[in-house]
Nanobody, 122 residues
């Protein structure tokens, strides 16, 4: 069982930046960030795998967010720039011990963090 712990959420004005971190207690192959607002499904934001190789982004964040990984620390990061009010959501870290075929599919991930809130004001 791998535990994921997110940190780095908070409140920021539109145009600002935040960096989220996700520390994993064990080894994983694929890691991703998802976000969810009340009443909506959890949606994929970005993914990185394997071993900090290929990265993927949703269309809404591409060019503004950067996902990275520190393999030595078993930690994944999400650097968010040019934040918009529509980025406001609970952000979740997800991980899989296996290769994931379709990264935005939440069912592909076995482990989840507790979430960290990001609030962007206009």
């Amino acid at each position: 069982q791998v535990q994921l712990v997110e940190s780095g959420g908070g409140s920021v004005q539109a145009g600002g930046s935040l960096r989220l971190s996700c520390a994993a207690s064990g080894n994983t192959v694929c890691m991703a960030w998802f976000r969810q607002v009340p009443g909506n499904e959890r949606g994929g934001v970005a993914a990185i795998f394997p071993n900090g190789g290929a990265t993927y982004y949703s269309a809404s964040v591409k060019g503004r967010f950067t996902v990275s990984q520190d393999n030595f620390k078993n930690t994944m990061y999400l650097q968010m720039f040019s934040l918009k009010p529509e980025d406001t959501a609970m952000y979740y870290c997800a991980a899989s011990p296996y290769f994931v075929r379709y990264w935005p599919e939440s069912a592909s991930y076995m482990y989840w963090g507790q979430g960290t809130q990001v609030t962007v004001s206009s």
